[in-house]
């Protein structure tokens, strides 16, 4: 017979009531509004709280060591504390718009300012439970976000303080010992200090959260653009043996008999046709793109040089610098190029084109500037959604594979317009990818 389990089940018996306890005050992360899940974990841990409170007042009551007014006090407030906790519990548990981040910070301020008339009625700062002081500036650097969190943090300086002076008031016929106020100002700093770390470990919390709503949108970006991809292949691919059925039949037709109706035809037909090719090279794929290490300036340069080659009459202007070799697709990233280039020609033929190359920050930053009439709100609204144009004769499909491109790329794509729709810019950033 061996002891091991009789000593370890008593080991099993305390993880499971600890877990079974901890799930209770679980983080609600399946809460989409951030500060909602947080104001409704503070109602959990207000519970706690309250239980708490409840157990001690009644100990130190039936101790002799709260007096029968004082005890009729602390249960006044915590019956304002129950209900004030049983209305947000019930409003939140229903409520689906997002929480301004103000009411947590109301929330916040509520139970500090709790803390500070219970401790007030019960011995202030000789209170043990004055430590909670630490524990609501820690949950306020860690749950208040951004610049919210000063004035809050400011708040709990300043209950602290009343609570010293009420003390000090109390003893000033008796000198207060030096070690005294050297212990109220090393708990001031103690307050200050928690909070800071603990700030710190909210702003990094903050940044995460962040980055992973930007990666999911941009994952559901992505499947989204890649199903559309596939719908327009398939019917791009449906729509082309008719389409040339009809370019053959009528051809014939023109040769043994022309007329204006068929040259008209042919023309719709030859549209469509571009159309459709214009949808086929849209199939932009990221699992499909080939990155080579490539001097990316040279590249540019030299696809610049050939698109001005075939529009001799348009003014450029480069500002390209020495980015040094990285790794890129290049095919993609040409057709990208002459794609945005062609449309800023097609705005504005008359006036320059400016095309600006720089490295900075860990980042390369490209840009394609012209001087027309910008674009629409409309497409600004729907950036890299396909089919989106307002041009009678448009495809809305330039935008969508330099958007799906330098999404491939883990970059950002932003398009602006200038004051008063006078010249618009696109521009590409994207991190270095080296060999």
């Known amino acids: 017979m061996t002891l091991t389990p009789i000593l370890h089940s008593p080991f099993l018996i305390a993880e499971r009531w600890f877990t079974a306890i901890s799930s209770l005050f679980q983080y609600p992360f399946r809460q989409k509004d951030s500060e909602q899940a947080k104001i409704l974990w503070l109602v959990k841990v ?12 009644s100990l130190g009551y039936a101790a002799g060591l709260v007096p029968f007014t004082t005890f009729k006090a602390c249960t006044g407030v915590i019956g304002i504390v129950i209900l004030f906790n049983l209305i947000v519990q019930l409003h939140y548990q229903s409520k689906t718009l997002p929480v301004p981040q103000v009411i947590l910070c109301f929330h916040m301020a509520f139970d500090l300012g709790i803390l500070t008339l219970i401790l007030y009625l019960t011995h202030g700062i000789e209170n043990p439970f004055i430590a909670l002081y630490l524990f ?3 949950l306020g650097g860690l749950l208040i976000p951004g610049y ?5 943090l400011a708040l709990v300086h300043t209950a602290l303080l009343f609570l010293q002076l009420d003390y000090i008031s109390h003893l000033i016929e008796a000198p207060t010992s030096h070690s005294l106020q050297l212990a109220m100002i090393v708990f001031q700093l103690m307050v200050f200090g928690f909070w800071v770390v603990m700030r710190s470990l909210g702003h990094s919390f903050e940044q995460q959260a962040q980055s992973q709503v930007r990666l999911r949108i941009l994952s559901e970006t992505q499947d989204r653009l890649r199903a559309i991809g596939a719908l327009t292949a398939g019917f791009s691919h449906e729509f082309a043996s008719p389409l040339t059925t009809a370019k053959v039949r009528l051809q014939r037709a023109s040769k043994k008999n022309p007329s204006e109706e068929i040259s008209e035809a042919l023309a719709a037909i030859d549209a469509c046709e571009k159309v459709l090719h214009q949808m086929n090279d849209s199939q932009l794929d990221s699992r499909t793109f080939v990155p080579q290490p490539i001097s990316i300036h040279h590249l540019l340069l030299e696809v610049i040089e050939s698109w001005h080659q075939v529009n001799p009459n348009a003014i450029l202007e480069t500002k390209v610098n020495d980015v040094g070799t ?8 040409s057709q990208v190029i002459l794609n945005l280039m062609d449309n800023a020609y097609r705005e504005s033929p008359t ?17 394609i500037q012209d001087q027309g009439p910008g ?7 729907k950036l890299g959604e396909p089919f989106v144009t307002t041009k009678p ?27 008063k729709n006078k010249g618009a810019t696109v521009k590409l950033s994207w ?3 080296d060999e």
């Open 46 to 57: 207000r519970w706690l709280a309250l239980g708490i409170l409840v157990f001690f007042a």
């Open 148 to 152: 919210l969190t000063l004035p809050f």
């Open 375 to 381: 674009f629409p709100d409309l497409v600004l609204k």
């Open 326 to 333: 990285h790794l890129i697709p290049p095919v993609n990233f």
């Open 136 to 138: 609501h500036a820690c």
């Open 393 to 419: 004769e448009g495809t809305g499909l330039g935008l969508y594979v330099t958007s799906v491109f330098i999404q491939s790329l883990g970059g950002d794509l932003k398009v602006t317009s200038g004051p």
């Open 351 to 367: 006036t320059p084109i400016t095309i600006e190359l720089v490295k900075l920050d860990g980042q390369l930053h490209l840009s």
């Open 431 to 433: 991190p270095l990818w």
